[in-house]
């Protein structure tokens, strides 16, 4: 970062007082925020004059951080929870939420350099496949411990009100994948039990993922057994985050990938469609990175989103969702696997979290402008 933190302008509790290549981060009170935001006995915001980010090369580095005693508040995964379990000065709030968040495998329609594979990333029915090799339930099991949620639309599981209770439902199911690649022309196998077409090419393309996230490398592994069952070769790769990124956000008529897993979190319950994923020009359309819509059902979600996007009746905007959802999950270009259930840990000296009963992973637990330290 070239620019100096004092030149960074922002409106909140906090500035920007320095900044590290690696994400570490130190925020300092901003004076002025105080001025006009104060709490009930008149006291200016925030409380804390200095809140430290620190950097970690993975999550298991973020939970031996916590529990270290270097950092003061955690979001740990599932398969962390036991970790926190009982630990002296540690307060945890377990699975109290459902997460604004999901992970998900997209596939690459950009990829001009391989005509086989652009024509199966680009049909639907190819996707449908995907998503019925996808086991959704096994990754809840193994890799969330129970403590999370399959995911079949383009709403987070914090959003209940909006997911709809009509959008196609592409569960685990090998026997009807193996019947729609039949129909895009692989349907016989080879000695390895790999499924060709009639000039011989084997099924296969690269499915990539940030190295370091556990869980997202196991989504991946429990992804490629699932399709290995139907006789669909994924060969699975962990890669750099920015590496990964740059790939992902890449344009042009031949990106560098097959498929990625990943994730996005976020959103809103006002209208809880990201404006940079749904849209045809959004530097998340991750599927399809060539400018402008190539189908007829991305028009459609294009619409969709604008319309439903500028409505006031939360009635029909809630219409107009679910017609988004349903259209998207038919086509699955975006093919969503699970997300984790909210958990949050503090040191016991931490304070200022909100009320159970308010909490949930779209308000979450806690402002920083609102966090004190007791000493």
Same mark, same amino acid.
């Given at each position: 970062?070239s620019?100096?933190?004092?030149s960074?302008?922002g409106?909140g509790?906090f500035?920007?007082?320095?900044?590290?290549?690696?994400g570490?981060?130190v925020?300092?009170?901003?004076?002025?925020?105080? =001025?006009?935001?104060?709490d009930?006995a008149?006291?200016?915001?925030?409380?804390?004059?200095?809140?430290?980010?620190v950097?970690?090369?993975?999550?298991?580095?973020q939970?031996?951080?916590f529990?270290?005693?270097?950092?003061?508040?955690f979001?740990?995964?599932?398969?962390?929870?036991?970790?926190?379990?009982?630990?002296?000065?540690?307060?945890?709030?377990e699975?109290y939420?459902?997460?604004a968040?999901s992970?998900w495998?997209?596939?690459?329609?950009?990829?001009?350099s391989?005509?086989?594979?652009?024509r199966?990333?680009r049909?639907?029915?190819?996707r449908?496949?995907?998503?019925?090799?996808?086991?959704?339930?096994?990754m809840?099991?193994?890799?969330?411990g129970?403590?999370?949620?399959?995911?079949?639309?383009?709403?987070?599981p914090?959003?209940?009100e909006?997911?709809?209770?009509?959008?196609?439902?592409?569960?685990?199911?090998?026997?009807?994948?193996?019947?729609?690649?039949? =129909?895009l022309?692989?349907d016989?196998?080879?000695?390895?039990?790999?499924l060709v077409?009639s000039?011989g090419?084997?099924?296969?393309?690269?499915?990539?993922?940030?190295?370091?996230?556990?869980?997202?490398?196991?989504?991946?592994?429990?992804?490629? =057994?699932?399709?290995?069952q139907a006789?669909?070769?994924?060969?699975?790769?962990?890669?750099?985050?920015?590496?990964l990124?740059?790939?992902?956000g890449?344009?042009?008529?031949?990106?560098?990938?097959?498929?990625?897993?990943?994730?996005?979190?976020?959103?809103?319950?006002i209208?809880?469609?990201?404006?940079?994923?749904?849209?045809c020009?959004?530097?998340?359309?991750a599927?399809?990175?060539?400018?402008?819509?190539l189908?007829d059902?991305?028009?459609?979600?294009?619409?969709?989103f604008r319309e439903?996007?500028?409505?006031?009746d939360?009635?029909?905007?809630?219409?107009?969702?679910?017609?988004?959802q349903?259209l998207?999950a038919q086509?699955?270009?975006?093919?969503?696997?699970v997300a984790?259930r909210?958990?949050?840990?503090?040191?016991s000296?931490?304070?200022?979290?909100y009320?159970?009963?308010?909490?949930?992973?779209?308000?979450?637990?806690? =402002?920083l402008g609102?966090?004190?330290?007791?000493?």
């Open positions: 970062m620019a100096s933190p004092s960074v302008v409106s509790p500035k920007l007082a320095s900044l590290t290549p690696d570490a981060a925020l300092e009170r901003n004076p002025f925020y105080g =001025e006009w935001a104060v009930p008149g006291q200016p915001l925030p409380y804390l004059d200095r809140v430290e980010l950097a970690v090369a993975s999550t298991d580095a939970l031996s951080a529990l270290a005693g270097r950092t003061d508040l979001s740990p995964a599932p398969t962390q929870l036991a970790a926190l379990r009982g630990a002296a000065d540690v307060v945890l709030r699975n939420s459902g997460q968040s992970s495998i997209v596939w690459n329609w950009n990829r001009a391989d005509p086989e594979k652009q199966l990333f049909s639907s029915a190819f449908q496949a995907m998503s019925h090799l996808t086991d959704r339930e096994r809840v099991r193994e890799v969330l129970g403590a999370g949620d399959a995911v079949y639309t383009n709403v987070y914090v959003f209940a909006w997911i709809s209770p009509t959008a196609p439902r592409f569960a685990f199911n090998v026997a009807e994948a193996r019947r729609l690649l039949a =129909e022309g692989y016989r196998t080879n000695a390895e039990g790999l077409n000039a090419r084997v099924l296969e393309f690269d499915l990539i993922t940030n190295a370091g996230n556990a869980a997202r490398e196991n989504y991946a592994r429990i992804f490629a =057994e699932g399709a290995r006789g669909v070769k994924v060969n699975v790769q962990a890669t750099d985050f920015n590496v990124a740059n790939r992902l890449s344009s042009g008529e031949d990106r560098p990938f097959d498929a990625i897993l990943l994730g996005l979190s976020g959103g809103s319950n209208w809880p469609f990201g404006p940079n994923v749904v849209p020009g959004g530097n998340l359309h599927h399809n990175r060539s400018g402008g819509c189908t059902w991305e028009r459609e979600l294009d619409r969709l439903g996007n500028a409505e006031p939360r009635t029909r905007r809630l219409a107009l969702g679910r017609q988004l349903d998207e086509h699955q270009p975006f093919v969503y696997l984790p909210a958990s949050a840990a503090w040191r000296r931490v304070r200022g979290e009320p159970s009963a308010i909490a949930d992973a779209d308000v979450v637990t806690r =402002e609102l966090t004190w330290v007791q000493d």
